[in-house]
């Protein structure tokens, strides 16, 4: 009889996902558990909120406690719990091990997941065959890399339908991956957080917290932390202005694209056309958000964070730099006989750009994304638990 | 800065916990050079303060984090009653007072307030949370101390100093002498010293020495050097009793040292609470958290073994903050008395007992409900249910010290008194003089209310003695 009730409940916690959990799940879980017993970081993040409705710390709380991090460090100065403390809390880096091991653990196809592990050689072996592939084509094409008789007309050099069928494909594969990926973290953590559906306030609230970056304003408007325990708005600005270069850089591609199909206007654009207006502007941007990314990530603690992932970190900011600062150098040198190499370049980056998104860092902004939606929806629902009312 | 080549600083700050910082800060911002010499190295810097979480601060209307009012009358009755009148009007007045303006200039200085934490909203009108806690406010003091020049050394405890006619000279620090036109000391208690608090405690009835069993919730630096060596070697006034400390009942299994807020065990007043020898011992259900939690460090500290052991079963779980470590489970009664090591017949029959007598009405977790025991001694008054749901759960409490209240004494000027008469440059705040208010008993938030007020004052005044004496030298 006590065999079955044994038997009873450890079943019951492996549908909680309470046992199975790897190590670095158990280094959450164990945290937590400390965390929720102190409670002053409450202010600073959605994570301690999220924190204080549970009394245990099952698989999938920890997944969507890790990506609902935004790693700011606040919680690491603050500690007094953190190392040379006996507790060793370290709050931002045991939850980016669990979040760069759930990127791999959702990546789809699963088997894919393992380029996250080495995601410094994933990258490097896209770009140089992305370049590859364009610098053959356009020896190919054209006769010749340097000159040739392109008068800044891409289209001479790779013909639309050729740029098209080479790179929808790669697009489409990549917003189909991190989709199915996400769409499973989704039904993963969905239960553990109410299992509530989403209604508008909340979709508007984890809107606005993703389009502001609100997680790391540090709860006070100060910032985050990036050196050391002082506050700096600097990795907040260096964000937005990679992320909304990007945007605008994919807005230009978009109207260009509409351009192409409704109106019959074929590239290049130049100033003062909406694509190029965007795309300069995108590019500036992404160019002086990434560099500033880039530094700061060396500058960085080196306490906070996963270090195995630093390669990742700055592999996909060095990508996205040399995508924004080859498209910028292609407008400027279009006239000259090195559009050939340019063009190359940058289309050979931005196909390594979008053919590892589905496995690097850029699905931290996806994931963290549905984190802060289920945390949005959760924290509509009442408090099951009456701590210390008294 | 110049001091270095020439006689020192203006102001020697001994300490790097709050009284210490607000000192520096206030002493520089009067124009003063400041040395700051903080015994622990640079990641155990702050002292007790990076433990604290809160300031109680009186107001009059609602101001930004703190809700409705809480005036100076209410403030001084609180203190009054806690501490059993062993405390000085005067004095606390002026901290209360202090404590209502004090917060601007801690912005000025980087700490952040936030409304106050889960869990803690029954001082939601009393006390100003710090976003983070105590080490983010220490952290914040260090950046903006090291920003306005005040230079600070780590690892510089210091083992004495020197004073002639009750002015002070020099201090020394790992050899070194160290001198200074004026001095602000602010090192702490001495509840790290476990030989100090073995002695104060002595050997009880049962032959026991009970500070043996006390584990200390902050920090280990607090040694009480300076302390001692101004009370035995320079004779200064001495305020308060050596055993009157903040003490409240902790999970045994904490650290020895650095415990701090997570180790408290909260389910007290949900079940019952038993010694060694599976006896009851006192009313759980006496009184809310904040009295309880005042009260329960020195019950146990009492006990043979100074051990406790709290007891809930199943209804309890979610109803308070959760232990940092899990609770001994067991899925009956005698099991759990074998689990925590207790005599299974005395641990049965006491259970037994509390549970025949519950008489339970409506219970309510957040009032004086009217769930208690009838013809069961002690009685438990409030919250009383039969403990009869399994799981159970047991938790093993020790006596966990915060701070002593041992200190210097010492007036509104903070100045360090030698035989009655005030040093003319010698001062003190935080843990070293908050006796002179708090003479025992505590509640929230108050120790950095004195920390803070004299911290500030002392700095002013170390800065004023300082520059008078530059303006003599001048002159002279």
């Not at chain 1, 700011?72 to 939850?95: D, I, K, R, T, W």
């Not at chain 1, 002086?288 to 592999?315: E, Y």
């Not at chain 2, 009880?204 to 101004?230: C, K, M, S, Y």
């Amino acid at each position: 009889m006590q065999a079955l009730e044994a038997l009873t409940r450890e079943a019951r916690a492996l549908a909680q996902g309470a046992i199975g959990l790897t190590p670095a799940e158990t280094e959450v879980a164990r945290q937590m558990q400390i965390c929720n017993a102190c409670r002053y970081c409450e202010g600073f993040c959605a994570v301690f909120p999220a924190m204080t409705r549970r009394l245990e710390f099952g698989k999938a709380d920890i997944h969507f406690l890790a990506n609902l991090c935004h790693n700011c460090g606040a919680c690491l100065h603050a500690c007094q719990y953190a190392p040379p403390h006996e507790f060793a809390v370290n709050v931002p880096q045991a939850m980016a091990q669990v979040r760069g091991q759930t990127y791999a653990d959702f990546a789809w196809p699963m088997a894919l997941g393992r380029l996250y592990q080495r995601n410094g050689l994933t990258l490097s072996v896209a770009l140089a065959v992305g370049l590859a592939l364009f610098l053959m084509l356009a020896l190919a094409l054209n006769g010749r890399l340097w000159g040739g008789h392109l008068h800044g007309n891409f289209n001479a050099l790779f013909p639309h339908n050729l740029l098209v069928g080479l790179f929808a494909p790669v697009f489409l594969w990549a917003v189909l991956a991190l989709g199915m990926g996400v769409r499973r973290f989704w039904r993963e953590v969905t239960p553990a957080t109410t299992g509530q559906p989403v209604r508008a306030p909340a979709a508007a609230e984890a809107t606005h917290d993703v389009l502001r970056l609100k997680y790391l304003d540090g709860g006070h408007g100060e910032g985050c932390n990036n050196a050391d325990d002082a506050f700096t708005l600097a990795r907040r600005r260096a964000h937005h202005l990679t992320f909304y270069g990007f945007l605008l850089c994919f807005a230009a591609t978009s109207v260009a694209t509409v351009y192409h199909y409704a109106f019959g206007w074929n590239a290049p654009y130049e100033l003062p056309s909406l694509p190029k207006l965007l795309g300069v502007v995108g590019g500036i941007s992404l160019l002086l958000g990434t560099a500033w990314l880039f530094r700061l990530n060396l500058q960085r603690d080196p306490q906070h964070g996963d270090a195995a992932q630093k390669p990742m970190d700055l592999g996909f900011i060095a990508l996205l730099f040399l995508t924004a600062a080859s498209g910028l150098a292609l407008w400027l040198g279009r006239g000259t006989p090195a559009l050939a190499i340019l063009l190359s370049v940058h289309l050979g980056a931005v196909m390594a750009l979008f053919a590892t998104l589905p496995y690097g860092k850029f699905a931290h902004g996806i994931f963290r994304t549905a984190a802060l939606l289920r945390h949005a929806v959760e924290k509509r629902q009442p408090n099951t638990l009456a701590l210390g009312a008294d | 800065m110049s001091f270095q080549t020439s006689n020192g600083p203006d102001v020697l700050v001994i300490g790097g916990g709050n009284a210490a910082l607000c000192a520096a800060l206030m002493a520089r911002e009067s124009g003063a050079t400041v040395l700051l010499l903080e015994a622990a190295p640079r990641e155990w810097r702050g002292g007790n303060s990076g433990h604290t979480r809160n300031l109680r601060c009186m107001h009059d209307t609602p101001q930004d984090v703190l809700v409705d009012a809480y005036p100076e009358e209410e403030y001084w009755q609180d203190l009054l009653k806690v501490t059993g009148g062993l405390t000085d009007e005067h004095l606390a007045r002026l901290v209360i007072r202090a404590s209502a303006t004090c917060r601007d200039w801690m912005r000025a200085h980087g700490v952040h307030f936030q409304p106050p934490l889960s869990g803690a909203l029954h001082v939601a009108r009393t006390n100003a949370f710090f976003m983070g806690g105590g080490k983010a406010l220490v952290n914040a003091y260090y950046r903006s101390a090291e920003r306005l020049g005040v230079q600070v050394r780590y690892q510089a405890p210091v083992d004495r100093i020197e004073i002639e006619g009750g002015r002070f000279k020099a201090a020394w620090a790992n050899g070194e002498r160290i001198q200074a036109r004026a001095c602000v000391l602010a090192a702490g208690g001495f509840e790290s010293n476990r030989d100090w608090l073995r002695e104060a405690w002595g050997r009880n009835e049962r032959g026991e020495w009970p500070a043996d069993n006390f584990l200390i919730r902050g920090t280990r630096f607090n040694q009480g050097v300076l302390l001692r060596h101004l009370l035995d070697d320079h004779g200064a006034d001495r305020i308060g009793d050596p055993t009157q400390a903040h003490m409240v009942a902790i999970d045994a299994r904490a650290p020895l040292y650095d415990g701090g807020i997570c180790t408290r065990i909260d389910c007290v007043s949900l079940g019952v609470v038993v010694n060694r020898e599976a006896r009851r011992f006192y009313d759980e259900g006496e009184d809310f958290w904040p009295k309880r939690y005042a009260i329960w460090g020195r019950l146990v500290a009492q006990q043979p073994g100074q051990i406790g052991f709290s007891v809930i079963d199943a209804k309890a779980v979610g109803r308070f903050m959760p232990p940092v470590f899990p609770g001994v489970k067991a899925d009956s009664l005698p099991e759990l008395a074998r689990q925590l090591g207790l005599d299974e017949a005395a641990f049965l029959q006491t259970l037994g007992d509390y549970n025949a007598a519950c008489r339970v009405g409506t219970f309510d977790h957040t009032a004086l409900d009217d769930c208690h025991t009838e013809g069961l001694s002690p009685a438990k008054t409030h919250w009383a249910r039969p403990i009869d749901t399994a799981p159970f759960y047991g938790y093993e409490l020790k006596p966990g010290i915060t701070f002593t209240y041992l200190g210097l004494k010492t007036d509104e000027t903070a100045a360090v008194r030698f035989g009655g008469a005030p040093s003319a440059n010698l001062f003190v705040a935080g843990e070293m003089m908050a006796g002179n208010v708090l003479g025992k008993g505590y509640t929230a938030g108050v120790g950095m209310s004195i920390g803070t007020a004299f911290g500030r004052i002392a700095g002013t005044q170390a800065a004023r003695a300082a520059l008078m004496q530059e303006v003599l030298h001048a002159s002279a």
